[in-house]
């Protein structure tokens, strides 16, 4: 149904023009805040890649990411040994130069010798081997999961050699003077074993694992704690000091250096994750001689240590009841640590001898697993592909390589190399000195926004002599690479700008081969790839049809002034001179306000584009469209409503975007309003004849709207209060209707009665009949 543009009560219009005034100058502001970032026309968009943030989200195949960001071979790997199981948990190196790799999820120990013979050397009856330690006699100690115990192997035989009552054996760490330290779970308690069978309780954390065990330099006992992420510092049995209580639960890798520096690799949800692995493998050992499943959870309550100082439980508060002794086994649920988006997942620690403390490195998306102190930077590696990266003095990283495993879970070094240790399949990799002799480097995935026609990628690079470099790109319309993308393009090697064959498609993404030789390597600086997005039509959303009062403007006389004057009447002698004379001029009241209309949109493009608009309209009696304003850059417009003659029309709002693309690209959208009613006609009241009686008059007359139904009536006698008239058929709803109005107990002498009637647009028309 037709909208209709109600004229503004009078009686408000002085105090609705300012609130106008000041509601559109906020609203100019808040239009030109809201434009400001779609000035930049479209067209062609270049996608370039030319710094580290830029570069390590892709993934790596034989190729590092320097601090500078840029690509070049990454140090040659070796595969030294695969277990064929699905993950290496721990490598140690015995005085031999020989390696022993602990397994999951068969519970099996491996030796690889320094010829890189490998051979199985024990296999355990529990699913998981999580912790392995050589001590300077080349005996090897390996802590079982679930239903924790330490095997000695010597000579390819193992025995028992301590069995703490724990459910886990999260760590080992051999002393110079022979003993071994065991970290146990999930009780949090560190054993001090001098021989088999020989184990005394060390120290008792209060927390519920102990995930890494390291000695320093002065043989003090560095231990890492889980679910509150706490690095102690044990000198002797139940002394312990806090180095660091870090923000993420649990610290995994501590590397203790000569000058009393400390590195400490913290993250969340390893635990968990090893935990569980711990128990499908026991379901999944089911059988004769199987060991029962048994699940455990870390529980951590806040009323345990409501002062928050850290202390080991008080042995007799720790004693359970005789009930609970009594129980043969409690079984909960272990819960895996939840991972919340934006916060950090894993960080690298620097724990000065001052005891002040740096972190070094953090980051939401990957898990730190291991560290790696080195003579000139400090390796680290995570869950990441198996990425393994390298931190400078200066606190800058590298990437150095990604072994493209799911996980790199360890390192250490080796004779002129490094050695990693992989999960998803248990690995072990030797880093080299010199790059490999060839790589590749696939960009993530870019998403043009829309389909677009694909140009050129250039790219600068440092090429020396006998190395090769080119580039292959490949399209599609999935977020995602999958078997809807075009194959790779044939290799493109002008660096200048080669033309991209890839089919046209919303998302794109590049490759970089590269080869070496000699040690040399190409190195990749920055890659540019341009396309011209397909233009998008713009959007118009809505369009709203509004009027406002503003204060009526003085009319000008023929000269130029205006016609406003003053008149003042005086009972001085004179007056009537002056009457006489001149005259006794009528003053007329000038109209109070005048309406405006205002048309406002709503439109936006999907490409930014800066748009243009233009407005129409057409009464509904006409066929043709007419222009009322153009080139509009703001999403309203305002006009004197007097324009228009009373009757329904309709406004079109088209807008283009053709100020930012070529003429044969640009493209336009709009929307026409419902119709609208524009009533500027008071009605008109016609007055019958009155009929008197005693302090009675009966008075009959009509009310008569050309363009809007009628809607309110009411009359005012003598200028006292406005009161309502009932229309004779009971309701007001014609474009004419009749009225029946009987006053009684009038006082003798003459009385002024004024009637009103207004229509839908809110114009009052008005008539008076003196009363006598």
Not at 331 to 356: C, H, M, W
Not at 458 to 483: I, K, Q, Y
Not at 676 to 691: F, L, S
Request: proline residues 7%.
């Amino acid at each position: 149904m037709p909208r209709t543009i109600r004229r503004p009560d009078r009686r408000r219009s002085l105090a609705l023009a300012a609130l106008v005034e000041g509601r559109a100058a906020a609203a100019a502001l808040l239009l030109a805040a809201a434009l400001a970032p779609a000035l930049l026309p479209s067209g062609t968009t270049a996608w370039e890649m030319n710094s580290y943030a830029d570069f390590v989200r892709g993934r790596f195949d034989g190729v590092s990411l320097s601090r500078e960001g840029r690509l070049s071979l990454a140090p040659k790997i070796d595969t030294v040994f695969s277990s064929d199981q699905p993950v290496i948990w721990a490598v140690a190196e015995a005085p031999d130069g020989s390696l022993y790799a602990a397994t999951g999820h068969h519970g099996r120990v491996y030796r690889i010798e320094p010829s890189g013979k490998s051979s199985l050397l024990w296999t355990a009856e529990q699913p998981e081997v999580f912790a392995i330690a050589v001590d300077r006699s080349g005996a090897v100690y390996a802590g079982t999961s679930p239903d924790g115990k330490v095997y000695r192997i010597e000579d390819g035989k193992a025995s028992e050699y301590f069995a703490p009552h724990a459910r886990y054996i999260w760590s080992l760490a051999a002393a110079p003077d022979g003993a071994l330290y065991v970290g146990t779970g999930d009780q949090g308690k560190i054993y001090r074993v001098e021989a088999a069978g020989r184990g005394e309780l060390y120290y008792d954390t209060g927390q519920s694992h102990i995930t890494g065990l390291a000695l320093d330099n002065q043989g003090r006992l560095l231990a890492g704690s889980e679910p509150n992420g706490i690095l102690y510092r044990i000198s002797a049995r139940d002394k312990a000091f806090v180095l660091y209580d870090a923000s993420l639960p649990e610290i995994r890798a501590i590397v203790p250096m000569p000058d009393g520096t400390v590195y400490a690799a913290a993250l969340g949800g390893s635990i968990a994750k090893r935990a569980q692995s711990a128990g499908q493998g026991s379901q999944g050992a089911g059988g004769a001689g199987s060991v029962p499943t048994v699940t455990t959870s870390i529980t951590v309550e806040a009323q345990a240590n409501p002062g928050g100082e850290i202390k080991p439980p008080d042995p007799k508060q720790s004693q359970p009841p005789a009930a609970v002794a009594a129980t043969p086994q409690v079984s909960t649920q272990f819960t895996p640590a939840v991972e919340v988006s934006g916060i950090d997942k894993s960080a690298l620690y620097r724990i000065n001898p001052d005891n002040t403390v740096e972190t070094l490195w953090s980051s939401k998306d990957e898990n730190i697993y291991d560290v790696l102190a080195l003579e000139r930077q400090v390796l680290f590696s995570t869950d990441d592909n198996g990425r393994i990266y390298g931190l400078s003095p200066d606190r800058r990283v590298t990437l150095v390589t990604e072994t493209r495993e799911g996980e790199t879970t360890r390192l250490l070094p080796s004779d002129h190399s490094v050695l990693a240790a992989t999960g998803n399949m248990g690995r072990i990799f030797r880093l080299g000195e010199q790059p490999g002799p060839a790589g590749s480097y696939e960009a993530p995935v870019h998403d043009s926004g829309t389909a677009s026609r694909w140009g050129s990628v250039s790219w600068r690079a440092e090429l020396p002599a006998g190395c090769s470099l080119v580039f292959r790109t490949r399209s599609g319309n999935s977020a995602r690479p999958d078997r809807t993308w075009s194959d790779w393009s044939e290799p493109l090697d002008n660096p200048s700008g080669s033309r991209i064959s890839s089919p046209n498609a919303r998302y794109i993404q590049w490759k970089a081969e590269m080869t070496g030789v000699n040690g040399a390597t190409p190195i990749v600086n920055s890659v540019t790839l341009a396309y011209l997005p397909q233009n998008s039509p713009p959007v118009v959303r809505s369009i709203n049809v509004t009027t406002q009062a503003v204060p009526a403007q003085p009319a000008k006389s023929l000269t130029g002034g205006t016609g406003a004057y003053s008149v003042t009447v005086s009972d001085s002698a004179d007056s009537s001179a002056a009457s006489s004379s001149a005259g006794t001029p009528t003053q007329t009241l000038a109209r109070a306000s005048s309406q405006q209309i205002t048309i406002s949109w709503q439109a936006d493009d999907p490409d930014g584009d800066r748009l243009v608009y233009a407005v129409y309209f057409r009464s509904e009696d006409a066929s043709q469209w007419l222009l009322l304003k153009n080139g509009l850059h703001e999403n309203s417009i305002t006009f004197d409503g007097d324009i228009f003659a009373d009757g329904k029309y309709f406004f079109r709002v088209v807008a283009s975007d053709r100020e930012a693309n070529p003429p044969p690209s640009a493209r336009e959208a709009q929307m026409t309003s419902a119709p609208v009613m524009i009533d500027n006609t008071p009605p008109v009241i016609t007055i019958g004849p009155v009929r008197y009686s005693a302090g009675a008059a009966h008075i009959e007359f009509e009310a008569v709207d050309a363009a809007s139904p009628l809607r309110h009536c009411e009359y005012s006698l003598d200028a006292s209060g406005w009161i309502p008239v009932q229309a004779a058929d009971g309701v007001i709803d014609g474009l004419r209707e009749k009225f029946i109005l009987d006053l009684t107990g009038l006082a003798p002498g003459e009385h002024l009665l004024v009637l009103r009637a207004a229509d839908s647009a809110n114009n009052s028309g008005l008539a008076k009949v003196v009363l006598k």
